[in-house]
C-alpha cells in the first residue's frame, strides 16, 4: 500500500494551497484519512480528519481555514489551505487507518512541504 503526496509548495502568508493524497489501497473508502504536520523540533499534529461517513475533525488552530475532504472513487484525501501563516510551515503528511476486526493499520504518505513566507 502506498499514499502519494503531493501540492506543497511556498506560499506567502494569506495564500492558499492544496494538497492530495492518493492511496493505492482498495480499502480507502472505509478508512479514516487524516492530515497530520510536523515543524522542526516540535511534535507531530494532528491537523485535519475525515472519517469513512463524512464526520471531520480540525485542529483549533486550523478551523475556518483549512477544509479536508475526499474522493473515495479516486481514493484521494484533499486538504484546501487558506489564509495560511508563517506558523502553518511545517512536513505535511497524509494518514490512512485501515481497520480489521482486530486491529488497526496506519499508512503513511512520504511528506510534503509547505512553507509559508514572504
Known amino acids: 500500500v502506498q499514499l502519494q503526496a503531493s501540492g506543497g509548495g511556498l506560499v506567502q502568508p494569506g495564500g492558499s494551497l492544496r494538497l492530495s493524497c492518493e492511496c493505492s489501497g482498495s480499502f480507502f473508502s472505509n478508512s479514516p484519512a487524516n492530515w497530520y504536520r510536523q515543524a522542526p523540533g516540535k511534535l507531530r499534529e494532528l491537523v485535519a480528519g475525515?472519517?469513512?461517513?463524512?464526520?471531520?475533525y480540525y485542529a483549533d488552530s486550523v478551523k475556518g481555514r483549512f477544509t479536508i475532504s475526499r474522493d473515495n472513487a479516486k481514493n484521494t484525501v484533499y486538504l484546501q489551505m487558506n489564509e495560511l501563516k508563517p506558523e502553518d510551515t511545517a512536513v505535511y503528511l497524509c494518514n490512512v487507518e485501515y481497520r480489521s476486526l482486530r486491529s488497526t493499520t496506519d499508512y503513511w504518505g512520504q511528506g510534503t512541504q509547505v512553507t509559508v513566507s514572504s
Open positions: 475525515m472519517s469513512q461517513y463524512g464526520t471531520t
